[in-house]
């Protein structure tokens, strides 16, 4: 058995990835702080990775209007379309012809071929697929804003929009969520929007990586 000695350049290698997932989280860490901050504390104090006080006030505004309830729906809708649709068109061109000759040729039906070899060899490559289409839907807005002016069929990308470059919440039609508004800093509410939408990415994604490498690793096979 051959031990690995831990060698200087193991040591760097390790610090520069955990720089990279430095900088990943840093980003997300510092705006789930400023979300959680309280106005009366924050003011113009610039936020890292802790907050000042504690509130939950932009939460509840964002949330008092049931219409972001309907943008997610919107967008759960239109990723899942969108990937069922690529899925279709490009998983089952990822297995070699040369494996279902070879199947068809020891005497195999289309229904076996399907099970036993096209099935089993695709999930890595549908959970990769499904990852990165359903990010991609999820993320985009441009065709919505482009093709969509019905708001009540908008997804949450554009939602997050018109709070991040616009702070626009002529939608809200609650009493009391406008009077909230006089009491609640815009940073804060911009931290809020972003940690809402992209919540159900980062449930998603710790169950589908497990399939992430070997899906990218299938894929990159050749005949």
Not at 42 to 58: A, H, Q, R, Y
Request: contains cysteine; proline residues 4%.
């Amino acid at each position: 058995m051959v031990i690995h000695k831990f060698t200087l350049f193991d040591a760097l290698l390790y610090f520069f990835i955990f720089l990279i997932c430095l900088s990943f989280l840093y980003p997300l860490v510092q705006q789930l702080a400023i979300s959680v901050s309280d106005e009366r504390v924050l003011g113009f104090k610039s936020v890292g990775i802790f907050p000042f006080g504690f509130s939950l006030d932009s939460y509840e505004l964002l949330f008092t209007d049931r219409k972001i309830i309907r943008y997610y729906f919107n967008t759960i809708k239109y990723a899942t379309v969108g990937t069922l649709i690529m899925l279709v068109s490009t998983s089952m061109m990822a297995i070699p012809d040369a494996l279902l000759e070879s199947a068809y040729m020891d005497g195999a039906g289309h229904f076996n071929v399907l099970y036993r070899i096209i099935i089993p060899l695709s999930k890595p490559l549908l959970a990769t697929f499904t990852l990165f289409h359903v990010v991609g839907h999820w993320n985009d807005f441009f065709n919505a804003l482009i093709f969509l002016r019905d708001q009540e069929k908008q997804p949450v990308q554009l939602f997050l929009r018109r709070i991040l470059v616009l702070l626009d919440f002529r939608e809200v039609e609650d009493t009391s969520a406008l009077q909230m508004m006089n009491a609640i800093s815009s940073r804060t509410v911009k931290g809020a929007a972003v940690i809402i939408t992209i919540t159900p990415i980062l449930c998603i994604y710790p169950f589908l990586q497990k399939y992430f490498t070997k899906g990218i690793l299938v894929g990159a096979l050749k005949n």
